[in-house]
């Protein structure tokens, strides 16, 4: 049974790129959920899909944005890039929505904006 | 706002003494609690979670902890470390009424010296 994927590992780009992440969840899951670990910190929330729909948002600009497939695999896209968006990036799915549910973490995408 | 606080930036312990990494949460009627390890270069891995059953929770590895209502804490121990636990370690809440959105402390950073 594979865990949650994501790619690509690595990837570089410069100020003002657009970049798109992409995760395929855990199977059996259908909610899919993006974080962004800056160096030294811990994870921060940017935003949550469930039935393809965004149905929750952390504190990030509308530069962030996602989509969610009918296959419930997800894609980030950042656009207008910033040298301060370099981070690991990751994906975390779980069966449903919820707070008392279980998300289980991808490996992460670490981009680095030069 | 919501928070959790992780009382700890760096741990060290020796081989085979006791483990005990301090988080506390702020206050909400019904939180959900974990925690999660990240060894380098790898993806986060759930290690416990509490929701709202026993309030001591046994996870993997021999790691354990209690969620303490009155002391809003929920603090992991354990009683032997090993030099593989030597990792980062992030308290992880998630509050009642949201849709799983995980907010994370800051980490504490393990060592296990021979």
């Known amino acids: 049974d594979a865990g949650v994927t994501q790619s690509p590992t690595h990837l570089i780009k410069t100020r003002g790129q657009q970049v798109t992440l992409r995760c395929s969840p855990k199977?059996?899951?259908?909610?899919v959920s993006w974080y962004q670990q800056a160096l030294g910190q811990g994870p921060q929330f940017i935003f949550q899909?469930?039935?393809?729909?965004?149905?929750q948002r952390g504190n990030f600009p509308d530069r962030f944005s996602g989509h969610q497939f009918p296959n419930y695999s997800s894609e980030l896209n950042v656009n207008a890039l910033l040298l301060g968006d370099s981070a690991l990036y990751l994906c975390?799915?779980?069966?449903?929505?919820?707070?008392?549910?279980?998300?289980?973490f991808g490996p992460g995408t670490r981009l680095l904006v030069l | 706002a919501q928070s959790v606080t992780q009382l700890d930036s760096h741990v060290s312990v020796s081989e085979g003494t006791p483990v005990l990494l301090r988080c506390n949460y702020s206050?909400?009627?019904?939180?959900?609690l974990f925690w999660y390890v990240q060894h380098p270069n790898k993806g986060l891995q759930l290690l416990l979670k509490?929701?709202?059953?026993?309030?001591l929770v046994k996870g993997i590895n021999g790691f354990e902890a209690e969620f303490k209502k009155s002391e809003t804490s929920f603090h992991l121990t354990k009683p032997s470390a090993h030099m593989s636990d030597a990792a980062e370690y992030f308290c992880v809440v998630s509050y009642g009424g949201s849709q799983g959105n995980l907010i994370f402390g800051k980490g504490t950073k393990l060592s296990v010296k021979p």
């Open positions: 509490y929701t709202s059953a026993a309030t």
């Open positions: 199977s059996g899951h259908d909610t």
């Open positions: 899909y469930y039935e393809e729909e965004e149905r």
């Open positions: 206050s909400s009627y019904s939180p959900s």
């Open positions: 975390a799915s779980s069966p449903q929505p919820g707070h008392k549910e279980t998300q289980y």
